[in-house]
């Protein structure tokens, strides 16, 4: 495999040395190339995302699917639990509880409307990145995930600013 460096922006969670030979593709040379890769990965995962019945998205199993969809053909880690610490999140050794007490603290927000659907789809996003389950991607994942809970409930994904995760596919 062809190795190349990657240039964090400010703020980023680089990669371990182990992490980034989980690389699938053995043609990428540059950080424009996998992030291209990985962005048309994502597409297709918010593809097979919206093709989904919204029944089950606050799961451990959807949170990792949904993770494995968006790198799936990018890193062999895709869809697990990350094995070091960063520079950011709970302890590794945390991740599966912390998600957990996630999914079911959203999950009785939702279902004795705790809090409006707004303030609950900012919880959900905030604790989710906060406890940073994987490798990498992170944020993309919180807001990808964050928009199909907002969706499930027949909201509008947020707006994220300038660009939305799912813009491209609306029409």
Same mark, same amino acid.
């Given at each position: 495999?062809?190795? +190349?460096? *990657? =240039? ?7 990669? @371990? ?17 996998? #992030?291209?890769?990985?962005? /048309? #990965? ?6 097979? $995302? ?6 089950? *998205?606050?799961? $451990?199993? +959807?949170?990792?699917?949904? =993770? ?18 960063? #520079? ?8 599966? @509880? ?11 927000? /939702?279902?004795? /409307? ?5 303030? *609950?789809?900012?919880?959900? =996003? %905030?604790?989710?990145?906060?406890? =940073?389950?994987?490798? #990498?991607?992170?944020?993309? %994942? $919180? ?8 969706? @499930?409930?027949? %909201? ?5 600013? $300038?660009?939305? @995760? ?6």
């Amino acid at each position: 495999m062809t190795q +190349f460096e *990657i =240039h964090y922006p400010p703020g980023a969670t680089p990669l @371990s040395l182990d992490e980034r030979e989980g690389l699938i593709p053995d043609y990428i040379s540059t950080h424009g190339e996998l #992030n291209e890769l990985e962005q /048309k #990965n994502i597409q297709d995962a918010i593809l097979w $995302a919206r093709k989904r019945r919204f029944t089950d *998205i606050l799961t $451990a199993t +959807f949170t990792f699917e949904l =993770h494995k969809q968006m790198f799936g053909q990018v890193w062999k880690w895709a869809g697990k639990t990350r094995r070091s610490g960063k #520079n950011i999140g709970v302890d590794w050794t945390q991740i599966s @509880s912390q998600l957990g007490l996630l999914l079911e603290d959203t999950q009785y927000w /939702k279902s004795h /409307k705790t809090f409006g659907t707004d303030e *609950i789809a900012t919880r959900f =996003h %905030h604790r989710l990145v906060q406890i =940073h389950p994987f490798p #990498n991607g992170n944020g993309r %994942h $919180a807001r990808l995930m964050t928009d199909l809970l907002l969706e @499930s409930t027949g %909201h509008e994904p947020f707006s994220w600013g $300038a660009k939305t @995760s799912l813009a491209p596919l609306r029409q």
